[in-house]
């Protein structure tokens, strides 16, 4: 079913910059802080942390970072295309 042009007006103005910026800000510092530290508690259960130096959590801490900024455009793409499907709720 299509969405109303209210709806779609609505969704458009929260699909802007602002919201992607936001998004994206998100996504890549929570990757760029979780993904080294999700891997560490990892190694540590082992008992493998004696390996870490800085140079591996800057790494992976560019990694979370491109992991985040893949996870941010996908969800933003995503979204785009549920809004040109019409398969985003309606508002009442």
Sequence with gaps: MALSPQDKLFYEEKLGWKSFGLLFLATVVIGAIAWPLLLYIQDWSNGQTSKWSTNVVCNLAIMGFLLGTV????????FKFFLEMGWLPKRR
């Design 71 to 78: 996870v941010s455009v996908v969800m933003y793409l995503i």
